[in-house]
Protein backbone atom coordinates (compact mmCIF):
# COMPACT_ATOMS: atom_id res chain seq x y z
CA UNK A 1 0.00 0.00 0.00
CA UNK A 2 2.91 2.51 1.01
CA UNK A 3 5.24 1.18 -2.14
CA UNK A 4 2.23 2.17 -4.37
CA UNK A 5 1.73 5.80 -3.02
CA UNK A 6 5.73 6.13 -3.15
CA UNK A 7 5.85 4.96 -6.68
CA UNK A 8 2.96 7.56 -7.82
CA UNK A 9 4.90 10.11 -5.88
CA UNK A 10 7.87 9.62 -7.05
CA UNK A 11 7.02 9.19 -10.75
CA UNK A 12 5.24 12.69 -10.46
CA UNK A 13 8.29 14.10 -8.54
CA UNK A 14 10.96 13.00 -11.01
CA UNK A 15 8.21 14.46 -13.62
CA UNK A 16 8.30 17.50 -12.19
CA UNK A 17 11.98 17.92 -11.47
CA UNK A 18 12.21 17.48 -15.95
CA UNK A 19 9.45 20.00 -16.22
CA UNK A 20 10.00 22.17 -13.97
CA UNK A 21 13.49 23.10 -14.80
CA UNK A 22 12.39 24.34 -17.92
CA UNK A 23 8.91 25.56 -16.47
CA UNK A 24 8.02 28.74 -15.38
CA UNK A 25 7.41 27.91 -11.60
CA UNK A 26 3.61 27.25 -12.97
CA UNK A 27 3.32 30.01 -15.71
CA UNK A 28 1.59 32.92 -15.40
CA UNK A 29 -1.37 32.16 -17.90
CA UNK A 30 -3.97 30.90 -15.88
CA UNK A 31 -5.51 27.69 -15.41
CA UNK A 32 -6.04 27.21 -19.29
CA UNK A 33 -3.05 28.52 -20.32
CA UNK A 34 -0.92 25.40 -22.18
CA UNK A 35 -4.06 23.19 -22.32
CA UNK A 36 -4.61 20.36 -24.70
CA UNK A 37 -8.36 21.31 -24.81
CA UNK A 38 -8.74 17.90 -23.10
CA UNK A 39 -11.51 18.12 -20.44
CA UNK A 40 -11.12 21.90 -19.75
CA UNK A 41 -12.41 24.99 -21.59
CA UNK A 42 -9.77 25.73 -23.50
CA UNK A 43 -11.10 29.08 -25.81
CA UNK A 44 -13.30 30.49 -22.85
CA UNK A 45 -12.99 30.53 -18.80
CA UNK A 46 -13.17 27.86 -16.25
CA UNK A 47 -15.60 28.44 -13.90
CA UNK A 48 -16.35 26.33 -10.78
CA UNK A 49 -17.48 26.31 -7.28
CA UNK A 50 -15.61 26.04 -4.53
CA UNK A 51 -16.47 26.07 -0.71
CA UNK A 52 -14.70 27.80 1.77
CA UNK A 53 -13.98 28.59 5.91
CA UNK A 54 -14.47 32.39 6.58
CA UNK A 55 -11.43 31.55 9.15
CA UNK A 56 -12.36 34.59 11.30
CA UNK A 57 -10.92 37.28 8.51
CA UNK A 58 -12.87 40.09 8.98
CA UNK A 59 -12.59 41.44 5.53
CA UNK A 60 -13.81 38.57 4.11
CA UNK A 61 -16.55 38.12 6.72
CA UNK A 62 -17.85 42.14 6.90
CA UNK A 63 -17.54 41.93 2.76
CA UNK A 64 -21.35 42.33 1.32
CA UNK A 65 -20.30 40.05 -1.92
CA UNK A 66 -16.95 38.17 -1.79
CA UNK A 67 -17.28 37.10 -5.29
CA UNK A 68 -17.34 40.91 -6.92
CA UNK A 69 -14.34 41.46 -4.62
CA UNK A 70 -11.78 43.41 -6.33
CA UNK A 71 -9.00 40.72 -5.68
CA UNK A 72 -11.33 37.71 -6.78
CA UNK A 73 -11.38 39.38 -9.90
CA UNK A 74 -8.22 39.97 -10.14
CA UNK A 75 -7.27 36.57 -9.46
CA UNK A 76 -9.84 35.25 -12.09
CA UNK A 77 -8.61 37.64 -14.74
CA UNK A 78 -4.55 36.34 -13.91
CA UNK A 79 -5.99 32.57 -13.91
CA UNK A 80 -8.74 33.03 -16.61
CA UNK A 81 -11.11 31.62 -14.19
CA UNK A 82 -15.00 32.58 -13.43
CA UNK A 83 -15.20 31.24 -9.35
CA UNK A 84 -18.12 30.49 -7.44
CA UNK A 85 -16.95 31.49 -3.73
CA UNK A 86 -18.92 29.61 -1.27
CA UNK A 87 -18.57 30.68 2.25
CA UNK A 88 -19.07 28.90 5.17
CA UNK A 89 -19.19 29.63 8.71
CA UNK A 90 -15.87 29.71 10.57
CA UNK A 91 -17.44 29.09 13.77
CA UNK A 92 -19.93 27.04 12.03
CA UNK A 93 -17.78 25.12 9.51
CA UNK A 94 -18.03 21.53 10.97
CA UNK A 95 -21.66 21.71 10.66
CA UNK A 96 -21.90 23.05 7.56
CA UNK A 97 -19.50 20.67 5.95
CA UNK A 98 -21.86 17.48 7.40
CA UNK A 99 -25.09 19.04 6.24
CA UNK A 100 -23.46 20.10 2.77
CA UNK A 101 -22.61 15.99 2.07
CA UNK A 102 -25.86 14.92 3.43
CA UNK A 103 -27.51 17.03 1.19
CA UNK A 104 -25.24 16.30 -1.33
CA UNK A 105 -24.75 20.00 -2.27
CA UNK A 106 -21.60 19.40 -3.19
CA UNK A 107 -19.35 22.37 -4.92
CA UNK A 108 -16.79 21.26 -7.49
CA UNK A 109 -14.29 22.37 -5.64
CA UNK A 110 -14.23 21.79 -1.46
CA UNK A 111 -12.12 23.03 1.22
CA UNK A 112 -11.13 20.98 3.78
CA UNK A 113 -8.94 20.88 7.01
CA UNK A 114 -5.93 18.78 7.66
CA UNK A 115 -5.69 15.48 5.63
CA UNK A 116 -8.54 13.28 4.15
CA UNK A 117 -10.26 11.53 7.03
CA UNK A 118 -10.91 14.74 8.87
CA UNK A 119 -14.57 14.61 10.64
CA UNK A 120 -15.65 17.40 8.43
CA UNK A 121 -15.68 15.37 5.47
CA UNK A 122 -18.02 13.05 6.35
CA UNK A 123 -16.45 10.33 5.01
CA UNK A 124 -16.53 11.33 1.42
CA UNK A 125 -13.41 10.46 0.25
CA UNK A 126 -14.50 7.06 1.19
CA UNK A 127 -17.50 7.56 -0.57
CA UNK A 128 -16.16 8.09 -3.36
CA UNK A 129 -17.02 11.59 -3.96
CA UNK A 130 -13.85 13.42 -4.52
CA UNK A 131 -11.32 12.26 -7.69
CA UNK A 132 -8.26 10.90 -7.60
CA UNK A 133 -5.67 13.32 -8.39
CA UNK A 134 -2.27 11.31 -9.67
CA UNK A 135 -2.98 11.59 -12.77
CA UNK A 136 -3.80 14.94 -12.99
CA UNK A 137 -0.57 16.03 -11.11
CA UNK A 138 1.54 14.22 -13.14
CA UNK A 139 0.30 16.23 -16.07
CA UNK A 140 -0.69 19.42 -15.05
CA UNK A 141 0.32 19.82 -11.43
CA UNK A 142 4.04 19.85 -11.35
CA UNK A 143 4.96 22.40 -9.94
CA UNK A 144 2.26 21.83 -7.10
CA UNK A 145 4.55 18.22 -6.87
CA UNK A 146 7.44 20.25 -6.14
CA UNK A 147 6.78 23.08 -3.91
CA UNK A 148 5.13 20.63 -1.32
CA UNK A 149 7.09 18.08 0.64
CA UNK A 150 6.56 14.36 0.88
CA UNK A 151 5.25 14.27 4.45
CA UNK A 152 2.25 16.54 3.49
CA UNK A 153 1.42 14.36 0.54
CA UNK A 154 1.32 11.40 2.94
CA UNK A 155 -1.56 13.19 4.64
CA UNK A 156 -3.84 13.68 1.11
CA UNK A 157 -3.30 10.02 0.26
CA UNK A 158 -5.28 7.15 1.09
CA UNK A 159 -2.85 4.54 2.19
CA UNK A 160 -4.62 1.35 1.12
CA UNK A 161 -4.94 3.00 -2.60
CA UNK A 162 -2.32 5.17 -3.20
CA UNK A 163 -4.65 7.49 -4.50
CA UNK A 164 -3.83 11.34 -3.75
CA UNK A 165 -7.30 13.16 -2.79
CA UNK A 166 -6.20 16.53 -2.51
CA UNK A 167 -4.10 19.23 -2.95
CA UNK A 168 -2.71 20.95 0.26
CA UNK A 169 -1.58 23.76 1.75
CA UNK A 170 1.35 23.61 3.83
CA UNK A 171 3.27 24.88 7.35
CA UNK A 172 6.25 24.33 7.24
CA UNK A 173 6.92 24.99 11.06
CA UNK A 174 4.60 22.98 13.04
CA UNK A 175 5.31 25.48 15.78
CA UNK A 176 2.87 28.45 15.13
CA UNK A 177 1.15 29.33 18.33
CA UNK A 178 2.97 31.91 20.84
CA UNK A 179 2.90 33.16 23.91
CA UNK A 180 2.25 37.54 23.32
CA UNK A 181 2.99 39.44 26.39
CA UNK A 182 2.27 43.54 26.83
CA UNK A 183 5.41 44.62 26.96
CA UNK A 184 4.73 48.04 28.07
CA UNK A 185 2.71 46.73 31.03
CA UNK A 186 6.11 44.35 31.87
CA UNK A 187 7.65 47.75 31.87
CA UNK A 188 5.27 49.47 34.08
CA UNK A 189 5.30 46.79 37.14
CA UNK A 190 9.02 46.54 36.93
CA UNK A 191 8.95 42.97 35.45
CA UNK A 192 11.36 40.66 32.96
CA UNK A 193 9.97 38.53 30.78
CA UNK A 194 8.83 35.31 32.42
CA UNK A 195 10.43 31.65 31.29
CA UNK A 196 8.68 29.26 34.52
CA UNK A 197 5.16 28.50 35.48
CA UNK A 198 6.05 30.27 38.65
CA UNK A 199 7.77 33.76 37.12
CA UNK A 200 4.63 33.79 34.64
CA UNK A 201 1.86 33.33 37.84
CA UNK A 202 4.60 36.33 39.68
CA UNK A 203 3.79 38.54 36.50
CA UNK A 204 0.44 37.67 36.47
CA UNK A 205 -0.39 39.11 39.84
CA UNK A 206 1.60 41.85 39.23
CA UNK A 207 -1.14 42.98 36.23
CA UNK A 208 -4.03 42.51 38.47
CA UNK A 209 -2.48 44.97 40.90
CA UNK A 210 -1.65 47.24 38.12
CA UNK A 211 -5.10 47.56 37.01
CA UNK A 212 -5.22 45.17 33.88
CA UNK A 213 -8.65 43.80 33.32
CA UNK A 214 -7.27 40.16 32.50
CA UNK A 215 -4.27 39.65 33.14
CA UNK A 216 -3.98 36.49 31.09
CA UNK A 217 -6.42 36.30 28.51
CA UNK A 218 -8.84 32.99 28.55
CA UNK A 219 -11.54 31.49 25.88
CA UNK A 220 -13.83 28.80 25.85
CA UNK A 221 -12.52 25.28 26.07
CA UNK A 222 -8.77 26.45 26.79
CA UNK A 223 -8.89 27.59 22.87
CA UNK A 224 -5.58 29.59 22.63
CA UNK A 225 -5.39 29.23 26.51
CA UNK A 226 -3.86 26.13 26.88
CA UNK A 227 -0.41 27.55 27.91
CA UNK A 228 -0.31 25.89 31.03
CA UNK A 229 -0.94 22.40 29.78
CA UNK A 230 1.52 23.35 27.08
CA UNK A 231 3.92 23.75 30.26
CA UNK A 232 2.81 20.26 32.04
CA UNK A 233 2.68 18.42 28.43
CA UNK A 234 -0.70 17.11 29.15
CA UNK A 235 -2.66 18.87 26.07
CA UNK A 236 -4.30 15.47 25.22
CA UNK A 237 -5.60 16.76 21.76
CA UNK A 238 -5.81 14.62 18.62
CA UNK A 239 -2.39 14.65 18.03
CA UNK A 240 -1.00 14.63 21.88
CA UNK A 241 -0.55 10.51 22.42
CA UNK A 242 2.68 9.49 23.76
CA UNK A 243 4.47 6.24 24.74
CA UNK A 244 3.86 5.66 28.59
CA UNK A 245 6.23 3.81 30.75
CA UNK A 246 3.60 0.69 30.63
CA UNK A 247 4.30 0.57 26.68
CA UNK A 248 0.69 2.02 25.97
CA UNK A 249 -0.09 4.46 24.06
CA UNK A 250 -2.28 7.32 25.65
CA UNK A 251 -3.61 10.38 25.75
CA UNK A 252 -1.16 12.97 27.23
CA UNK A 253 -3.98 13.92 30.14
CA UNK A 254 -3.19 10.16 31.46
CA UNK A 255 0.28 11.65 33.21
CA UNK A 256 -1.97 12.39 35.90
CA UNK A 257 0.65 14.25 38.63
CA UNK A 258 1.10 16.91 35.79
CA UNK A 259 -1.90 17.04 34.56
CA UNK A 260 -3.71 17.86 38.41
CA UNK A 261 -0.83 20.61 38.37
CA UNK A 262 -1.73 21.89 35.37
CA UNK A 263 -5.65 22.16 36.34
CA UNK A 264 -4.03 23.71 39.85
CA UNK A 265 -2.44 26.64 38.02
CA UNK A 266 -5.73 27.39 36.20
CA UNK A 267 -7.99 27.14 39.71
CA UNK A 268 -5.46 29.41 41.07
CA UNK A 269 -5.74 31.80 38.11
CA UNK A 270 -9.75 31.49 38.17
CA UNK A 271 -9.51 32.33 42.10
CA UNK A 272 -6.83 35.34 42.60
CA UNK A 273 -8.78 37.34 39.39
CA UNK A 274 -5.73 36.65 36.84
CA UNK A 275 -8.26 34.91 34.09
CA UNK A 276 -11.69 36.51 33.21
CA UNK A 277 -14.64 34.60 35.34
CA UNK A 278 -16.20 33.96 32.40
CA UNK A 279 -13.40 32.89 30.60
CA UNK A 280 -15.83 29.80 29.67
CA UNK A 281 -18.11 31.27 27.47
CA UNK A 282 -15.71 33.53 25.23
CA UNK A 283 -15.36 33.16 21.91
CA UNK A 284 -12.75 33.81 19.18
CA UNK A 285 -14.41 37.11 18.35
CA UNK A 286 -14.74 38.37 21.39
CA UNK A 287 -11.25 37.41 22.79
CA UNK A 288 -9.89 38.75 19.72
CA UNK A 289 -11.68 41.97 20.83
CA UNK A 290 -10.38 41.72 24.64
CA UNK A 291 -6.59 41.08 23.27
CA UNK A 292 -6.68 44.13 20.53
CA UNK A 293 -8.88 46.66 22.86
CA UNK A 294 -6.19 46.99 25.35
CA UNK A 295 -7.85 44.65 28.24
CA UNK A 296 -4.97 41.67 28.45
CA UNK A 297 -1.37 41.55 29.55
CA UNK A 298 -0.95 38.40 28.40
CA UNK A 299 -2.23 35.68 25.98
CA UNK A 300 -1.93 32.41 23.14
CA UNK A 301 -2.13 33.47 19.39
CA UNK A 302 -0.93 32.56 16.21
CA UNK A 303 2.76 33.94 15.74
CA UNK A 304 1.98 35.31 12.30
CA UNK A 305 -1.01 37.50 12.97
CA UNK A 306 1.60 39.61 15.17
CA UNK A 307 1.66 42.41 12.19
CA UNK A 308 -2.10 42.44 12.32
CA UNK A 309 -2.95 42.21 15.97
CA UNK A 310 -0.27 44.32 16.57
CA UNK A 311 -1.68 47.22 14.57
CA UNK A 312 -4.89 46.99 15.63
CA UNK A 313 -4.04 46.89 19.90
CA UNK A 314 -1.76 50.29 18.17
CA UNK A 315 -4.59 51.76 17.27
CA UNK A 316 -6.80 51.39 20.19
CA UNK A 317 -3.89 51.74 22.41
CA UNK A 318 -0.95 53.74 21.60
CA UNK A 319 1.48 53.23 24.29
CA UNK A 320 1.10 49.17 24.27
CA UNK A 321 3.99 47.45 22.90
CA UNK A 322 3.77 43.70 22.14
CA UNK A 323 6.21 40.73 21.91
CA UNK A 324 6.52 36.91 21.46
CA UNK A 325 8.26 35.42 23.87
CA UNK A 326 9.05 32.07 25.17
CA UNK A 327 6.25 29.94 26.39
CA UNK A 328 6.45 29.65 30.56
CA UNK A 329 8.59 25.92 30.57
CA UNK A 330 6.93 23.22 33.56
CA UNK A 331 8.68 20.57 35.22
CA UNK A 332 10.71 19.22 32.19
CA UNK A 333 12.04 22.64 31.09
CA UNK A 334 9.96 22.28 28.38
CA UNK A 335 6.64 24.20 27.18
CA UNK A 336 5.05 25.74 24.44
CA UNK A 337 1.72 24.67 21.75
CA UNK A 338 0.22 21.79 19.96
CA UNK A 339 2.46 21.14 17.06
CA UNK A 340 0.58 21.56 13.81
CA UNK A 341 0.16 18.92 11.30
CA UNK A 342 1.63 20.24 7.81
CA UNK A 343 -1.72 20.46 6.16
CA UNK A 344 -3.70 23.66 6.95
CA UNK A 345 -6.20 23.75 4.80
CA UNK A 346 -6.66 20.95 1.53
CA UNK A 347 -8.98 21.16 -1.62
CA UNK A 348 -11.03 18.19 -2.94
CA UNK A 349 -12.13 17.84 -6.44
CA UNK A 350 -15.91 16.92 -6.72
CA UNK A 351 -15.78 13.55 -8.91
CA UNK A 352 -18.91 15.44 -10.59
CA UNK A 353 -16.33 18.00 -11.79
CA UNK A 354 -14.25 15.85 -13.91
CA UNK A 355 -14.65 17.83 -17.34
CA UNK A 356 -12.97 20.74 -15.68
CA UNK A 357 -10.60 19.02 -13.21
CA UNK A 358 -7.33 19.75 -15.75
CA UNK A 359 -8.22 23.56 -15.34
CA UNK A 360 -9.23 23.64 -11.76
CA UNK A 361 -5.74 21.16 -11.02
CA UNK A 362 -3.81 24.26 -13.37
CA UNK A 363 -5.52 26.88 -11.12
CA UNK A 364 -3.59 25.47 -8.07
CA UNK A 365 -0.51 24.90 -9.99
CA UNK A 366 -0.60 28.42 -10.66
CA UNK A 367 -0.87 29.12 -6.97
CA UNK A 368 3.04 28.47 -6.52
CA UNK A 369 3.79 30.42 -9.37
CA UNK A 370 6.40 33.58 -9.07
CA UNK A 371 3.37 35.66 -10.03
CA UNK A 372 1.48 34.44 -7.48
CA UNK A 373 3.48 35.19 -5.23
CA UNK A 374 3.53 39.00 -6.27
CA UNK A 375 -0.32 38.99 -6.01
CA UNK A 376 -1.20 37.72 -3.03
CA UNK A 377 1.88 39.47 -1.14
CA UNK A 378 1.58 42.82 -2.53
CA UNK A 379 -1.87 43.32 -4.57
CA UNK A 380 -2.72 44.92 -7.85
CA UNK A 381 0.30 46.51 -9.98
CA UNK A 382 0.06 49.90 -10.36
CA UNK A 383 -2.85 50.26 -7.41
CA UNK A 384 -1.41 48.62 -4.37
CA UNK A 385 2.48 48.38 -5.14
CA UNK A 386 4.58 49.65 -8.27
CA UNK A 387 7.31 48.06 -10.11
CA UNK A 388 10.55 50.63 -9.73
CA UNK A 389 13.63 49.21 -11.88
CA UNK A 390 12.04 46.19 -12.51
CA UNK A 391 11.54 45.64 -8.36
CA UNK A 392 8.65 45.78 -6.79
CA UNK A 393 8.07 48.65 -4.69
CA UNK A 394 5.51 48.34 -1.28
CA UNK A 395 4.71 50.35 1.54
CA UNK A 396 3.20 48.02 4.70
CA UNK A 397 -0.21 49.25 5.60
CA UNK A 398 0.06 50.72 9.29
CA UNK A 399 -3.82 50.73 9.89
CA UNK A 400 -6.17 48.30 10.96
CA UNK A 401 -8.59 48.58 7.69
CA UNK A 402 -4.80 48.21 5.76
CA UNK A 403 -3.58 45.15 7.81
CA UNK A 404 -6.78 43.16 7.74
CA UNK A 405 -7.25 43.65 4.22
CA UNK A 406 -3.56 42.11 3.85
CA UNK A 407 -4.46 39.23 5.63
CA UNK A 408 -6.90 38.46 3.77
CA UNK A 409 -4.99 38.32 0.28
CA UNK A 410 -1.90 36.91 2.19
CA UNK A 411 -3.43 34.06 4.40
CA UNK A 412 -7.26 33.47 2.63
CA UNK A 413 -7.20 34.43 -0.36
CA UNK A 414 -3.59 32.56 -1.34
CA UNK A 415 -5.35 28.97 -1.24
CA UNK A 416 -1.44 26.76 -1.98
CA UNK A 417 1.17 28.41 0.10
CA UNK A 418 3.57 27.54 3.32
CA UNK A 419 1.63 29.87 5.70
CA UNK A 420 4.36 30.02 8.62
CA UNK A 421 5.08 33.69 7.03
CA UNK A 422 4.70 35.66 3.71
CA UNK A 423 8.61 36.59 3.45
CA UNK A 424 8.26 39.35 1.14
CA UNK A 425 5.94 41.80 3.22
CA UNK A 426 7.02 40.30 6.55
CA UNK A 427 11.08 41.92 5.48
CA UNK A 428 9.57 45.09 5.13
CA UNK A 429 8.78 46.22 8.49
CA UNK A 430 10.26 46.02 12.20
CA UNK A 431 7.06 43.82 13.24
CA UNK A 432 7.64 41.60 10.31
CA UNK A 433 11.31 41.15 10.95
CA UNK A 434 10.49 40.46 14.77
CA UNK A 435 8.08 37.36 13.43
CA UNK A 436 10.52 36.02 10.84
CA UNK A 437 12.81 36.13 14.21
CA UNK A 438 10.29 34.40 16.53
CA UNK A 439 9.92 31.36 13.68
CA UNK A 440 13.31 30.63 13.04
CA UNK A 441 14.80 31.22 16.17
CA UNK A 442 12.49 30.48 19.01
CA UNK A 443 9.07 28.87 17.99
CA UNK A 444 11.05 25.97 16.28
CA UNK A 445 12.59 25.10 19.10
CA UNK A 446 9.51 24.90 21.61
CA UNK A 447 6.27 23.37 21.55
CA UNK A 448 4.69 19.95 21.68
CA UNK A 449 4.48 16.80 19.46
CA UNK A 450 2.88 14.05 19.94
CA UNK A 451 1.80 10.75 18.15
CA UNK A 452 -1.25 10.87 16.30
CA UNK A 453 -3.42 8.89 13.91
CA UNK A 454 -4.68 9.87 10.47
CA UNK A 455 -7.49 8.37 10.13
CA UNK A 456 -8.57 8.86 13.46
CA UNK A 457 -8.81 5.75 15.93
CA UNK A 458 -12.27 4.16 15.22
CA UNK A 459 -13.08 3.86 18.76
CA UNK A 460 -12.26 7.53 18.93
CA UNK A 461 -15.11 7.84 16.65
CA UNK A 462 -17.05 5.29 18.66
CA UNK A 463 -17.42 7.27 21.61
CA UNK A 464 -18.11 10.85 20.83
CA UNK A 465 -17.54 11.65 24.23
CA UNK A 466 -13.95 10.85 24.53
CA UNK A 467 -13.30 11.63 20.67
CA UNK A 468 -10.85 14.54 21.54
CA UNK A 469 -10.92 18.18 18.31
CA UNK A 470 -7.73 19.69 17.15
CA UNK A 471 -6.95 21.31 20.03
CA UNK A 472 -9.88 20.95 22.50
CA UNK A 473 -9.25 17.90 25.04
CA UNK A 474 -12.43 15.14 24.57
CA UNK A 475 -15.49 16.48 26.11
CA UNK A 476 -15.60 14.06 28.83
CA UNK A 477 -12.48 15.38 30.18
CA UNK A 478 -12.86 18.82 29.29
CA UNK A 479 -16.05 18.79 31.55
CA UNK A 480 -14.38 17.67 34.41
CA UNK A 481 -11.47 19.97 34.15
CA UNK A 482 -14.05 22.79 33.68
CA UNK A 483 -15.80 21.88 37.14
CA UNK A 484 -12.41 21.42 38.86
CA UNK A 485 -11.27 25.06 37.22
CA UNK A 486 -14.73 26.86 38.91
CA UNK A 487 -14.07 24.96 42.23
CA UNK A 488 -16.81 22.42 41.58
CA UNK A 489 -15.22 19.30 42.01
CA UNK A 490 -11.98 18.14 43.94
CA UNK A 491 -9.21 18.15 41.78
CA UNK A 492 -7.97 15.12 43.79
CA UNK A 493 -10.64 13.54 41.78
CA UNK A 494 -8.92 13.55 38.54
CA UNK A 495 -7.83 10.08 38.72
CA UNK A 496 -11.57 8.75 39.19
CA UNK A 497 -12.30 10.86 35.81
CA UNK A 498 -9.43 8.78 33.89
CA UNK A 499 -11.47 5.35 35.45
CA UNK A 500 -14.57 6.89 34.03
CA UNK A 501 -12.59 7.69 30.80
CA UNK A 502 -11.66 3.93 30.83
CA UNK A 503 -14.41 2.64 31.32
CA UNK A 504 -16.69 4.32 29.00
CA UNK A 505 -14.15 2.89 25.86
CA UNK A 506 -10.94 4.81 26.55
CA UNK A 507 -9.48 1.37 26.92
CA UNK A 508 -10.66 0.42 23.53
CA UNK A 509 -8.87 3.89 22.48
CA UNK A 510 -5.38 2.62 23.99
CA UNK A 511 -5.69 -0.79 22.93
CA UNK A 512 -6.29 0.27 19.53
CA UNK A 513 -3.37 3.30 19.42
CA UNK A 514 -1.07 1.04 20.88
CA UNK A 515 -1.28 -1.80 18.35
CA UNK A 516 -1.59 0.65 15.55
CA UNK A 517 1.16 2.56 16.62
CA UNK A 518 3.03 -0.81 17.11
CA UNK A 519 2.57 -2.23 13.82
CA UNK A 520 3.39 1.73 12.52
CA UNK A 521 -0.17 1.90 10.79
CA UNK A 522 -0.98 5.46 9.68
CA UNK A 523 0.45 6.91 13.26
CA UNK A 524 2.45 10.13 12.88
CA UNK A 525 4.92 11.33 15.23
Not at 194 to 200: D, G, H, L, R, S
Not at 408 to 428: A, C, G, I, M
Request: a negative charge; charged letters at 25%; aromatic letters at 10%.
Amino acid sequence: MRKSWTRALTSGLVLAMLVGCAGNNGGGGGANAGGDGQGGNEAGVTKFSISMRTLNVSYVEKNPDINKDKYVLELEKMTNTDLDIRLIPHNEYQDKMVQMFATNDIPDVVQGTGGISGPELAGAVENGVFLPLNDLLQEHGQDLLKFIPEEAWKRMTDSKTGNIYGIPEILSNPSRRATWIRTDLLEKVGKEIPTTVEETMEVLRAFKEAGVEQPYAGRQNFKYADTFFGAYDVLGYLNQFKVFPDGQVKPTFFDEENMKQAIQIYKTMHEEGLISKEFATIESADFKSIVTSGKAGMWSMNANELPIWGTQLKENVPDAKVALIPSPVGPDGKGGYAHYNPVTRSFFINAKAKDKAEDIVKFFNWMVSEDAELFFSFGIEGEDYQVTDGKPVFEVPTDAAGADKMRYLNYWLWLVQDTTYNKRVSELSDSGKELIDAFDNMLSTEGRRGIEFDPRLEAMVKYPELNPKSDELPPLILEHVLRMVYGREPIDNYGKVLEEYLSKGGKEIIEEATKRYNEKENAFE
